[in-house]
C-alpha cells in the first residue's frame, strides 16, 4: 500500500479504515531531544493512535 501524505497521519488514517486492533512499527531510538526536533514518526503514532502500539527498537550493530 502506497499513500501520500504525512506518514503518521497516514498510518492512523490506514489503521482506521481496516479496523486494525495493533500496530508494530520500527523506531531509530532517538533520544529525547533529537525527538523534540526531529518529531518522531513512530513516537507520534504511538501517542495518538487509538489501537495500541508495539515500538522496536533497532539493534545497534556497533556496541552488539
Do not use: W
Not at 501524505?5 to 531531544?33: C, N
Not at 525527538?35 to 550493530?61: I, Q
Request: net charge positive; glycine share 10%; aromatic share 6%.
Amino acid at each position: 500500500m502506497v499513500r501520500e501524505g504525512i506518514p503518521y497521519d497516514q498510518i492512523i488514517k490506514v489503521s482506521h479504515e481496516k479496523a486494525t486492533d495493533f500496530i508494530v512499527m520500527g523506531t531509530r531510538g532517538h533520544t529525547g531531544l533529537e525527538e523534540m526536533f526531529l518529531g518522531g514518526v513512530a513516537s507520534k503514532v504511538s501517542r495518538r493512535a487509538d489501537c495500541p502500539v508495539f515500538l522496536v527498537r533497532t539493534r545497534n550493530t556497533i556496541n552488539g
